[in-house]
């Protein structure tokens, strides 16, 4: 049924996929990450323009496809002669700082609504009394309500990495040889499915699971004082409580 | 010159917006069928539900949708050459219906399967102690109440499905996305054009939570909010 001489010899070329969709998702994931934690603080905070603006930018990315997003940006920047006669214009021309683009503004729109999300739904009593024992609002946000914001965006921020890791399979559509990109060429050129599309859905399959369980993993370490048969055993210090590790 | 392309695009969103309805009513029969199964379904029917929504989750629409596409041309060559009918190609339109309509019937599964289960057992036994059958249960009583519960899960599945479709245009459907870049090409305008779609999918968006808004409302009817309290 499967013919593994075709599987075998293009190993080499899903194994270069997989590199580079793993380099694609990890640059996306971390820039996606630092940008919208900022954006979430100031997402979160009421009624200010600036968390308006953010807002408007989280609501229009959210509201359009990401081909179309990739689109704009790798065809689209070059129409106009500003951009073709700046100094940006090599890092426009280019496939992977395109698709890495597209794929961070696109997260970081659904990230930033997830965080701040969070964010809001710290419960007031904590923050007051945060701020009534004397700690300075920086160190509110830093020990207080981030912290525990985090834990609570855990797992819907797990579903969203998944999910990105999903979407770097149409950085195929703009010439980046991924794995999506090694399944097409090896569909065209042997007209196989399984050898093809199978090895690719195997691939992603395995991400998938990979990515879940760290997350998991993530889960079970920060959420540990909420699981009801380690919550006796975990004693945790008080400097560490103070230092939560994040991220 | 932008003007004369701009019927040609909003053709295109015709074909998007027939595409996404056409997908969410197939994603409905078999999310409804899904959650059915494992809700009530023996011991193979839950099993085989459950590989169904973990692998299609599991897998980026990209990939499904091509699997669909050319595996269903190469099960159509093959039928076609058992009875001889000649070379039937597969239908772009079909084939993006189909897949999208596999792919999101995962999600709506789950939706339903959650759904089903909000609604008080109570209700289902009263039905049948009334002597309804199975049919007007799942009609008359099961149903109504689920799709209020069903309503915010569909509102998103449709968000996702309706930007989903773009990517309808690589198999060759001649979608907005598609007809953007052929304007684009002809043009030499591609910011315009994709921007410009990207407008529009944002007003199909916003009109479709203000009406699934509605729908909330409308299915919430009657019933009590706990925020007064």
């Known amino acids: 049924m499967i013919d593994w001489e075709i599987v075998a010899e293009n190993l080499p070329a899903f194994a270069g996929g997989l590199v580079n969709t793993l380099i694609l998702l990890a640059t996306v994931i971390v820039s996606g990450f630092t940008i919208s934690v900022p954006l979430a603080l100031v997402r979160s905070t009421r009624s200010s323009y600036v968390s308006r603006a953010v807002w408007l930018f989280t609501y229009v990315i959210r509201g359009t496809p990401l081909l179309v997003q990739l689109f704009i940006i790798y065809y689209g920047m070059a129409q106009f002669e500003f951009v073709r006669s700046s100094a940006l214009w090599p890092l426009f021309r280019s ?3 395109c698709a890495w683009l597209a794929l961070t503004i696109n997260t970081v729109a659904y990230t930033t609504e997830i965080f701040a999300g969070a964010i809001r739904t710290t419960a007031p009593g904590e923050i007051e009394a945060a701020r009534s024992i004397g700690l300075s609002r920086a160190a509110v946000l830093r020990y207080v309500i981030w912290p525990s914001a985090w834990r609570r965006a855990l797992p819907q921020y797990g579903n969203e990495v998944v999910m990105m890791m999903h979407a770097t399979a149409l950085a195929s559509t703009v010439t980046i040889v991924e794995v999506m990109r090694v399944a097409r060429d090896v569909y065209t050129n042997y007209l196989v499915l399984t050898e093809s599309f199978g090895v690719a859905a195997a691939i992603y399959l395995c991400l998938t699971i990979g990515l879940t369980a760290l997350f998991r993993r993530l889960e079970k370490h920060f959420l540990r004082h909420l699981s009801r048969s380690e919550a006796p055993n975990a004693k945790v210090q008080p400097a560490e409580r103070l230092n939560p590790k994040v991220a | 010159m932008f003007q004369s392309y701009l019927p040609m695009i909003l ?71 058992k009875y001889g009918w000649g070379y039937l190609d597969v239908d772009p339109y079909i084939a993006g219906v189909s897949t999208i309509g596999f792919v999101f019937g995962a999600y709506l599964t789950e939706t339903f399967r959650g759904a089903i289960l909000s609604v008080p057992a109570g209700q289902i036994e009263a039905g049948f102690a009334y002597g309804l059958s199975r049919f007007q249960v799942a009609f008359y009583i099961l149903l109504p109440q689920m799709i209020r519960h069903a309503v915010p ?77």
């Open chain 1, 95 to 97: 496939p992977w700082f």
């Open chain 2, 11 to 81: 053709e295109g969103l015709r074909v998007t917006l027939s595409v996404a309805s056409v997908s969410l009513a197939i994603a409905c029969v078999i999310g409804l069928i899904g959650a059915s199964a494992k809700v009530y379904g023996g011991m193979a029917a839950r099993l085989s539900a459950t590989v169904y929504t973990t692998t299609v989750r599991a897998l980026p629409d990209l990939l499904v949708m091509l699997v669909v596409f050319y595996g269903g041309q190469i099960l159509l060559n093959s039928i076609s050459d």
């Open chain 2, 153 to 229: 899960g569909l509102t998103n599945t449709w968000l996702v499905m309706l930007k989903a479709t773009a990517l309808v245009s690589i198999i060759g459907l001649d979608d907005m996305v598609h007809r953007a870049g052929l304007a684009s090409a002809a043009t030499r305008e591609p910011f315009t054009f994709y921007a410009l779609i990207g407008l529009i999918y944002l007003a199909v968006t916003t009109f479709s939570v203000l009406l699934f808004g509605a729908l909330e409302k409308v299915s919430s009817r009657g019933v009590r909010s706990g925020g007064a309290a």
